[in-house]
């Protein structure tokens, strides 16, 4: 099974733009339907975002519609979340995930599925 770690989290204010990426390790990601959630204190573990295993297509929690883009590369066994106009409401950690069921499938969205996780990334905004 691949593992997973995401990485490039930080301190930024409202407005600004970050990169996370999702590097894999031990197998090849590409058979594998890629998946962005967040954690915020207190609050359940949340999907953001999806990319199928080919990256020809994605998906996106409604808020983060049109700000984040998420993206695979993976010749180099790696996904990426680009954050754009990031807001307060946005700080959480941030784990990436994998799973061989299909991006169509609601379950993909659904943080209990996946066995494994590995490292995530904190992303605080500040106002």
């Known amino acids: 099974q691949v593992q997973l770690a995401a990485s490039g989290g930080g301190l930024v204010q409202a407005g600004d733009s970050l990169r996370l990426s999702c590097a894999g390790s031990g197998r090849a990601i590409s058979s594998n339907t890629l998946v962005w959630f967040r954690q915020a204190p207190g609050k359940d573990r949340e999907f953001v975002a999806a990319?199928?295993?080919?990256?020809?297509?994605?998906d996106y929690r409604d808020d983060v519609k049109g700000r984040f883009t998420v993206s695979r590369d993976n010749a180099k066994n790696t996904m990426y979340l680009q954050m754009n106009s990031l807001k307060p409401e946005d700080t959480a950690a941030y784990y990436c995930?994998?799973?061989?069921?299909?991006?169509?499938?609601?379950?993909?969205?659904?943080?209990?599925?996946?066995?494994?996780w590995g490292q995530g990334t904190q992303v605080t905004v500040s106002s």
């Open positions: 995930a994998g799973t061989l069921i299909g991006i169509a499938q609601p379950s993909v969205k659904n943080w209990k599925i996946y066995g494994r």
């Open positions: 990319i199928s295993r080919s990256g020809d297509a994605a």
